[in-house]
Every structure is written in structure tokens, then in C-alpha cells.
């Protein structure tokens, strides 16, 4: 069942415990502790290669660490399942979509997958969230980055999850939809979800974040709550 369903298993939090993950002799991320709790968002920063999509994916339960625990509540990632993920969403760089449907059938299919209550009215609602209604029924294939981006984000919270996992989510976005994304967010956070997110974008994150996690090589250089001024912040920690 999912969020909605309510037989899942619900955590009102996260905890990154002295998590590393290794892929063969390179160290992806190396004994990594945060933790983060429900109305708060977590932003992930660093430069490429500082781990932090390979910290999402461990988020997600897709890898398991290397060493070290996460855990949802009380719930080892190691024991995830079924019920743990229906409440997990992701965004990453590979958006999920099928490029041969309309915005409409995605949307449809993964609500029908999640089991979501009343699919074509939870549908209808992500499209007008997506700004979208008027394109509902043509292909993604024939969409811009941007518009698919869209549809990828409320494909990410169809199901309502209490776990939202952000990679870039302000790639190909114009200035509207950016700003339409951050209330989005920060509606999300009102709801009660945890939000982590890995972004580049110091500008349109900035204030944004509940907590940042400045990360160099895989390591936390620093740990932040409420951080203001990101730019100058990242610049003082981790260069230009």
C-alpha cells in the first residue's frame, strides 16, 4: 500500500549513520552522519564527483552502503522493501518517463502502480501543479527539457511520499517554472516531508534549505542549519 493506503511503514525520520559506499578502490562517500526530520529540506551540495548523487541513491535504498546504517524511524535500510519504498519518491537525472506516452498516461501509469486513490483526479491535480493542462494529452517525446522535468517532479510525488529525493531539480528549468518548483517545496515542507535535494543552483536555493551538507570527495566538509548567502558560503568552504 502506499502513504495514502496506510499499511506502508511510516518513519518521521532519517538517519545517515557513519555511511560510507565504495565502488571497487574508489571511495564514493566516506563515513557520512546527518540525519533530517518530517517539514524539513536538506540541501546536498558540492561540487561533481563529491558523492552526492551516490548518497541520494543510498537514500532511495537503489545501493546499499558500504558500511555504516540509514535508517527510516527505526527501520534498517537494510530490511527495506516494498513497504518502506511506497513512500519514497526520486527525482534523478534519468526522469522515468516513457517518452511515447502522453504527460497524462505517465502520470497515470505510476499512479496506478502506487495505487493511488482516485488516480484520474490526483492526476488532473499534478498536471495543473505542472502547469501543464493544456499539453496533458500530447507525447513527452515532443516536449522540452523543462516540461518533462515537470511532469518528472509530480510523477515523483503522485503517490504522496513522505521521503522526497531531488537531483537537480532546477535543470531546464526557465525562471517561471524555478519559482513555481521552490513553492512547491516549500509546500512540501509545510505537508510534513523530508526533503533532500543535491543542486548546483546556489542562487535559486538559496533560503531554501532548513540545513546544507557541504560535501568535498565524498566527506562532509561542514554542516550548516539554516545557512543564508549560499554562494559566498560554498565559496568559503569549497572554492569556486
Given at each position: 500500500?502506499t502513504?495514502?493506503?496506510?499499511?506502508?511503514?511510516?518513519f518521521?525520520?532519517?538517519?545517515?549513520?557513519?555511511?560510507s559506499?565504495h565502488f571497487?578502490?574508489r571511495?564514493?562517500?566516506?563515513?557520512v552522519t546527518?540525519d533530517?526530520?518530517r517539514?524539513h529540506i536538506v540541501?546536498?551540495?558540492?561540487?561533481n564527483?563529491?558523492?552526492?548523487?551516490?548518497?541520494?541513491?543510498m537514500?532511495?535504498?537503489?545501493?546499499?552502503?558500504?558500511s555504516g546504517?540509514?535508517r527510516y524511524g527505526?527501520l534498517?535500510?537494510s530490511?527495506?522493501?516494498?513497504s518502506?519504498?511506497?513512500?519514497?519518491?526520486?527525482?534523478?537525472h534519468?526522469?522515468?518517463?516513457?517518452?511515447?506516452?502522453?504527460a497524462r498516461?505517465?502520470?497515470q501509469?505510476?499512479?496506478d502502480?502506487h495505487?493511488?486513490?482516485?488516480p484520474?483526479?490526483?492526476?488532473a491535480a499534478?498536471?495543473a501543479q505542472?502547469?501543464l493542462e493544456?499539453?496533458a494529452?500530447e507525447?513527452?517525446?515532443?516536449?522540452s527539457r523543462g516540461?518533462r522535468?515537470?511532469v518528472?517532479?509530480e510523477?515523483?510525488?503522485?503517490h504522496a511520499p513522505?521521503?522526497v529525493l531531488?537531483?537537480?531539480?532546477f535543470?531546464?528549468?526557465?525562471?517561471?517554472?524555478?519559482?513555481?518548483?521552490?513553492a512547491?517545496?516549500r509546500?512540501?515542507?509545510q505537508?510534513?516531508?523530508i526533503?533532500?535535494a543535491?543542486t548546483?543552483?546556489?542562487?535559486?536555493?538559496?533560503?531554501?534549505?532548513?540545513r546544507?551538507?557541504f560535501l568535498?570527495?565524498?566527506r562532509?566538509v561542514?554542516?550548516v542549519?539554516?545557512p543564508r548567502?549560499?554562494?559566498a558560503a560554498?565559496a568559503?568552504?569549497?572554492g569556486?
Amino acid at each position: 500500500m502506499t502513504a495514502d493506503g496506510a499499511t506502508g511503514v511510516l518513519f518521521d525520520r532519517i538517519s545517515v549513520e557513519d555511511v560510507s559506499r565504495h565502488f571497487g578502490r574508489r571511495r564514493a562517500v566516506s563515513r557520512v552522519t546527518f540525519d533530517a526530520s518530517r517539514g524539513h529540506i536538506v540541501g546536498l551540495l558540492g561540487p561533481n564527483g563529491a558523492g552526492k548523487s551516490t548518497l541520494l541513491s543510498m537514500l532511495a535504498t537503489l545501493l546499499r552502503p558500504t558500511s555504516g546504517i540509514i535508517r527510516y524511524g527505526t527501520l534498517n535500510a537494510s530490511d527495506a522493501d516494498a513497504s518502506l519504498r511506497a513512500h519514497i519518491g526520486v527525482l534523478g537525472h534519468d526522469l522515468f518517463l516513457y517518452p511515447e506516452l502522453t504527460a497524462r498516461e505517465n502520470l497515470q501509469f505510476f499512479a496506478d502502480l502506487h495505487g493511488v486513490p482516485d488516480p484520474a483526479a490526483r492526476v488532473a491535480a499534478a498536471l495543473a501543479q505542472a502547469v501543464l493542462e493544456a499539453r496533458a494529452d500530447e507525447p513527452v517525446s515532443v516536449f522540452s527539457r523543462g516540461m518533462r522535468q515537470r511532469v518528472a517532479l509530480e510523477r515523483a510525488l503522485i503517490h504522496a511520499p513522505r521521503l522526497v529525493l531531488l537531483d537537480e531539480p532546477f535543470t531546464g528549468l526557465d525562471e517561471a517554472s524555478a519559482s513555481a518548483l521552490l513553492a512547491r517545496l516549500r509546500a512540501l515542507r509545510q505537508s510534513g516531508c523530508i526533503v533532500v535535494a543535491a543542486t548546483h543552483d546556489l542562487d535559486l536555493a538559496d533560503g531554501l534549505f532548513d540545513r546544507a551538507i557541504f560535501l568535498r570527495d565524498g566527506r562532509i566538509v561542514d554542516d550548516v542549519s539554516s545557512p543564508r548567502g549560499l554562494r559566498a558560503a560554498y565559496a568559503e568552504r569549497l572554492g569556486r
